[in-house]
């Protein structure tokens, strides 16, 4: 199993032992842990992050990497933030740009946003895309309009999504992250969406977005478990909660 949205540099070790015990690995993403009032703050978080893979080496946490300007952590020079993403993309593990997205839609997130997807496009890394708790319909129709503005062949995940937004994701033949998390998605809510759209089973994947908000570590073997219960083909569960991020990342 997989958790292809994390923000492991959140929590403490027993955590990450667990999603060990657990998992065959996990994503950690860039996030916003504090203001970015300054190019150097943004740095450091994103060399903070870069450090969980030797965290999660000390427990045996098989660890890989998304770099980028999350919507709510924007530092005030992002075209300089862009050129340390196309280095930090050098170093080994790194699996996608992101997480980036839009919160409120403004026009500095928009602007953020679309140099992000152009540099992920011009790198050929697939973008995990956020979407926020609140007015979720209506940011994700305007992300979905922004994406479709320019010209992209790489995978692109709009993640968080919920019964309401899925099928527009889907539709639009992106990938659709289920985030099983308080306040998101339930481990029954995420089983029916699954349920719902068995036919679409190879663009879903899950994940638990850990952070230091209240999360579940074991939300994607918990999830697992209550798909078996559900009777859901073992061919959809292996898909959502392993192969599809095994190809779409590319992960070793």
Known sequence: MIDTHTHIDTRGMEDLELMAL???????LAHDPFEMKTLDVWITHIEKVFNEIKRGKK??????????????????????ALEYIKNFVKEDRVVAIGEIGLEKG???????????????????????????R????EITKLILEE?????????????????????????????AGLTVQPGKLTHIEAVEIIKEYKDFSDKILLNSDTSSNFSDVLAV??????????????EVIDKVSYLNAINLFKLK
């Open 22 to 28: 657990t998992l065959d690995c996990v994503i950690t």
């Open 59 to 80: 427990i045996g946490l098989n660890v890989y990497i998304g770099v980028g300007i999350h919507p709510r952590a924007i530092p005030p020079d992002v075209d300089k």
């Open 106 to 132: 403004d026009k500095r997130e928009k602007e953020t946003f679309i140099k992000q997807l152009e540099l992920a496009n011009n790198l050929g890394y697939p973008a995990i895309v956020h979407t926020p």
């Open 134 to 137: 609140s007015n979720k319909e």
């Open 147 to 175: 994406i479709n503005t320019i010209d992209t062949n790489i995978p692109i995940v709009i993640d968080h999504c919920n019964k309401n937004t899925v099928k527009e994701v889907l539709d639009n033949n992106f990938y």
């Open 221 to 234: 073997p918990r999830t697992v478990l209550k798909l078996k219960l559900n009777n859901i083909e073992k």
